[in-house]
């Protein structure tokens, strides 16, 4: 189905830089509730998540941004790792609910990073959210390593044998490295191939200014060397004091594993594992993942 056109879109400062949005549908007199997007990365865009901004056709007005340093939003190619933080971006995300008018009453979906984001917003217990969705995102970056490498020691012999020569050798910015990357993206980031158009433009901004992505996660989802290696929400899942919906694809980097901290520690979740899917429900398997997004937000209005 095709994507609604935008209502509005523009900038809003956040600090000294302007961060892009998008809304579908009116938030004003509003059926219902806001849902607001967080994209993944770090370093992506909007784009790959378009197709949540059908949860209008339920009622819903659901904001899209880019996050800073991607995208149409300020783009900051000279800071360092000590700019790049978690708290950068849930600064920004403050900021944007208050300056869309949003912030007393809204539900949050976050897709892979933006998941991280969203569990790490909903830890700061801020009164307006409703309800938050985590789709594709691991409770730590321990866990996400050692599902990557299993799923990475699954792939053709001659492939992990080209993505380690090149890892070794700095070079992972090789065509040969992102041919044998390809790889694993074709089977646990997004199956139907050739990706979408929009799913297309988010890996074409991460190309064309990896600045975020490349310093806090690393030149690709298996290979994770940036200053989020660390990261970790295990132990303050419990925390999370809205309804939470848990989303993943069958064939996922986000693997069981990686998101089962959250269905243990969250008092109040459910999950739901999309089987023809992998790291894009939301595009592998559209219709479906609407549909139980859509049913999840309406029951916690």
């Known amino acids: 189905m095709a994507v609604p056109?935008?209502?509005?879109?523009?900038?809003?400062?956040?600090?000294?830089?302007?961060?892009?949005?998008?809304?579908?549908?009116?938030?004003?007199?509003a059926?219902?509730?806001?849902?607001?997007?967080l994209h993944g990365g770090p370093g992506a865009t909007h784009d790959y998540t378009l197709r949540m901004a059908r949860l209008v056709e339920q009622g819903h007005p659901?904001?899209?941004?880019?996050?800073?340093g991607c995208g149409r939003s300020t783009h900051l190619p000279d800071r360092g790792a000590d700019f790049w933080t978690v708290d950068l971006f849930l600064d920004e995300l403050d900021h944007l609910l208050g300056a869309?008018?949003?912030?007393?009453?809204?539900?949050?979906?976050?897709?892979?990073?933006?998941?991280?984001?969203?569990?790490?917003h909903a830890i700061r217990r801020p009164p307006g959210l409703l309800s938050l969705v985590i789709a594709d995102s691991?409770?730590?970056?321990?866990?996400?390593?050692?599902?990557?490498?299993?799923?990475?020691d699954d792939l053709p012999p001659e492939v992990q044998r080209t993505l380690l020569r090149h890892e070794e050798a700095g070079t992972t910015d090789s065509p040969e490295y992102a041919e044998a990357e390809r790889v694993f993206y074709d089977r646990h980031v997004c199956r139907v191939v050739p990706n979408p158009p929009?799913?297309?433009?988010?890996?074409?901004?991460?190309?064309e200014d990896p600045t975020v992505?490349?310093?806090?996660?690393?030149?690709?989802?298996?290979?994770?060397?940036?200053?989020?290696?660390a990261w970790s929400v295990v132990d303050r899942v419990g925390e999370i004091a809205v309804p939470t919906l848990l989303v993943n694809g069958a064939h996922d980097e986000a693997t069981h594993a990686t998101m089962a901290p959250f269905m243990d520690g969250i008092p109040d979740v459910r999950w739901e594992t999309f089987a023809d899917s992998s790291h894009m429900p939301h595009v592998e398997e559209e219709e479906r993942f609407l549909s139980v997004v859509g049913d999840f937000l309406r029951n916690h209005e």
């Open 62 to 68: 659901v904001v899209h941004y880019d996050q800073l």
């Open 138 to 152: 691991p409770a730590s970056m321990d866990l996400w390593v050692a599902e990557a490498n299993r799923l990475r």
């Open 5 to 29: 056109e935008a209502t509005s879109a523009g900038t809003t400062a956040f600090r000294d830089w302007r961060t892009w949005h998008r809304v579908t549908g009116r938030i004003e007199g």
């Open 198 to 207: 929009e799913v297309s433009r988010s890996f074409e901004a991460i190309a």
């Open 213 to 229: 992505y490349h310093t806090m996660n690393g030149p690709s989802e298996f290979h994770v060397v940036g200053t989020l290696r």
């Open 31 to 37: 059926e219902r509730a806001p849902v607001v997007v």
């Open 100 to 120: 869309l008018g949003v912030a007393e009453r809204y539900h949050l979906i976050g897709q892979s990073w933006g998941g991280m984001l969203g569990a790490e």
